[in-house]
């Protein structure tokens, strides 16, 4: 069984600062994804990585899969990046491998 | 080209009413997932259907639930004599292929009262 661990579990953070939510899994991955949700909303898949770094506008998505951990980097942070972020590692072949952690509350204060 | 579709958003039901939440995936995909978030936990892995067929029923509870993916039409899970604890978000992902980047839909809300 695949156990994730997300932190921090809950961030309050100022406009415009730099956002790090971290991610560490117990087993042997293929791929990680990165998901955010909106309170009552729908979740929307930001990246999925197998090795090295993705970046996508203000979204950095790092993973070191030897160490079993990811990173989810946000730069210049705004008020419409408050969100829940989880992290679902990916055991085997296809998204009923998906693990998933319990997500992290951002809060960003204008 | 719409992203995953799912509805209704929000269902009602008394207890012991049956409820069907239906999914239609992103063009081209034909691998659909369906997850619960039950209120203050995690989403939870229920049941992977391709095609018209049932590939992984691992996360399901064993009676009241069922799911399928028929040849035309969306998927559909369907919940009967549905109880308060079946109350939660429902989420459908698809992919293209086995391995492939899952995409999730909004989500069904489904309160029972």
């Known amino acids: 069984k695949n156990e994730v661990e997300q932190s921090p579990q809950n961030l309050t953070a100022q406009e415009g600062e730099f956002i790090t939510i971290n991610c560490s899994y117990s087993v042997g991955i293929s791929a990680l994804h990165w998901l955010q949700q909106h309170p009552g909303g729908g979740i929307v898949s930001l990246f999925m990585?197998?090795?090295g770094k993705k970046k996508h506008g203000r979204l950095i998505a790092t993973i070191n899969i030897q160490e079993k951990h990811s990173s989810l980097h946000i730069t210049a942070s705004h008020p419409r990046d408050s969100a829940v972020y989880i992290c679902a590692p990916l055991t085997g072949g296809g998204a009923d491998g998906l693990t998933f952690g319990k997500g992290t509350h951002l809060i960003i204060q204008p | 080209n719409a992203g995953v579709m799912q509805n209704p958003r929000h269902l009602v039901r008394r207890r012991g009413q049956e409820a069907r939440l239906r999914c239609s995936p992103m063009k081209g995909h034909s691998h659909v997932y369906w997850y619960r978030q039950l209120p203050e936990e995690g989403l939870k892995f229920m049941v992977y259907?391709?095609?018209?067929?049932?590939?992984?029923e691992s996360g399901m509870p064993k009676e009241r639930f069922s799911a399928e993916f028929p040849k035309e039409g969306p998927s559909i899970l369907r919940i009967q004599q549905v109880v308060r604890g079946d109350s939660a978000a429902y989420f459908c992902a698809s992919s293209k292929k086995k391995g492939a980047e899952a995409f999730f839909g909004q989500g069904t809300r489904l309160t029972v009262v």
């Open positions: 990585l197998s090795s």
């Open positions: 259907l391709q095609k018209e067929n049932i590939i992984d």
